[in-house]
């Protein structure tokens, strides 16, 4: 299991993200502080200049395990479920370019927020219809590339498209791409699902990308998930993919970020 942090270059009203707006610090502290790594929210994979972090992530032995596209719903308002044709077909372009991204730096790309959300003035047929095929055309691109597609379970205070693993792994299973797996959120899971260890076990195959915030949404550790449950879970199905620690910046950045690594070390040790 790898262990990363969730940062963004830019200061964005998407809450969880550790040093937001400064993305050299953020690296810099992920990597005195041990992580493996990190995952970075974009709006537009223009806002990374790719020579400049490849440099940078070499000398500070760092990689970029994930490229969440949340921001482009809630900074544009662009979205794949999206009614209007031009404002899905701009969320296709922005994840196709971050898929040529994640090529470069050799990540997973995340199909979290930007899925939108269903209109419920609308007919639901169409709908359905246009968002799976928005990700139907960018899981067949990503597969030409060769990237992992992670679909996340987000609660159902901010999508009603996708709330549960299971309902994800029914879709995945439909589309037929080795290339998409299931993103499991342990802050969105405890909203959604009846048990940590059912839901996991039953998407199990399907599971490529974890992240950890607690009840609260502060580091795990500081609310009350059971994450010793969650850790048993993960080893006994043998999971080796990343875990983000993707936490609200209290009660400030540096202390939640250190609060993540020494939870995960410590939790991943005790596991194994
Ligand atoms: C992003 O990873 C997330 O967990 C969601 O809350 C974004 O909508
Ligand atoms: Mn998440």
Not at 45 to 50: C, D, F, V, W
Not at 208 to 219: E, K, P, Q, V
């Amino acid at each position: 299991m790898f262990k990363v942090i969730s940062l963004s270059p830019t200061k964005t009203p998407f809450g969880p993200l550790l040093f937001s707006g400064d993305l050299l610090y953020g690296l810099k502290k992920a990597s005195e502080l041990g992580y493996d790594g990190v995952e970075i929210s974009l709006r537009d994979a223009k806002e990374i200049n790719y020579p400049w972090l490849k440099e940078i992530l070499l000398k500070l032995n760092l990689k970029v395990y994930g490229i969440a596209t949340g921001q482009t719903y809630y900074n544009d308002g662009f979205s794949l479920y999206n009614s209007q044709k031009d404002k899905r077909e701009k969320a296709i372009r922005r994840m196709k370019d971050h898929i040529d991204l994640a090529n470069k730096l050799g990540s997973i790309v995340i199909i979290g927020g930007i899925r939108g959300k269903f209109e419920i003035d609308l007919p639901i047929e169409q709908q359905l219809i246009s968002g799976k095929e928005a990700i139907r055309e960018i899981a067949e691109y990503a597969f030409r590339n060769q990237i992992t597609l992670v679909l996340e379970t987000i609660n159902r205070y901010e999508t009603n498209i996708f709330n549960t693993l299971l309902q994800i792994k029914d879709f995945i299973e439909e589309l037929k791409f080795p290339n998409l797996k299931i993103l499991a959120d342990t802050f969105h899971m405890n909203l959604e699902e009846v048990s940590y260890r059912q839901a996991i076990l039953e998407a199990k195959d399907q599971i490529g990308y974890i992240h950890f915030a607690d009840s609260n949404r502060l580091a795990p550790g500081w609310g009350h998930i059971d994450f010793k449950e969650i850790i048993n879970v993960l080893i006994e199905i043998n999971f080796k993919g990343p875990i983000g620690i993707e936490v609200l910046p209290l009660p400030d950045d540096l202390k939640a970020a250190k609060q993540g690594i020494v939870f995960l070390k410590k939790s991943i040790e005790e596991g194994e």
